[in-house]
């Protein structure tokens, strides 16, 4: 069983930066593809950005291409979204996710393993 915890949200005006965490435990990190996803109120969870477990591979939602990496460091079994030039539509719970084949994907049931998310909200 692969336990994820998400931290680093919080709140920021328009234009700044953060930088979210995810810290796995259990199964095989290496192996893992990860992914970032997100929910605003009222909408359903929308793809943000997914990593290959080499780290090699990374996919983009296009509302975040240029503004958003991911990163990952396997020998410390974490993931890591860095956002910037951030806009009020970002604001949202933000979770992590494990996708145990490795298959990089956008497509939230094809993950695992999720956290419990992380609260990012951004003023005007």
């Known amino acids: 069983q692969v336990h994820l915890v998400e931290s680093g949200g919080g709140s920021v005006q328009t234009g700044g930066s953060l930088r979210l965490s995810c810290a796995a435990s259990?199964?095989?990190?290496?192996?893992?593809?990860m992914g970032w996803f997100r929910q605003a109120p009222g909408k359903e969870r929308e793809f943000v950005a997914a990593?290959?477990?080499?780290?090699?591979?990374?996919y983009y939602a296009h509302s975040v291409t240029g503004r958003f990496t991911i990163s990952r460091d396997n020998a410390k079994n974490t993931v890591w979204l860095h956002m910037s030039s951030l806009k009020p539509v970002d604001t949202a719970v933000y979770y992590c996710a494990a996708e145990q084949e490795g298959i990089v994907a956008g497509i939230a049931a094809l993950y695992d393993y999720w956290g419990q998310g992380t609260q990012v909200t951004v003023s005007s």
């Open positions: 990593l290959a477990p080499s780290g090699g591979g990374t």
């Open positions: 259990g199964g095989t990190f290496s192996t893992y593809a």
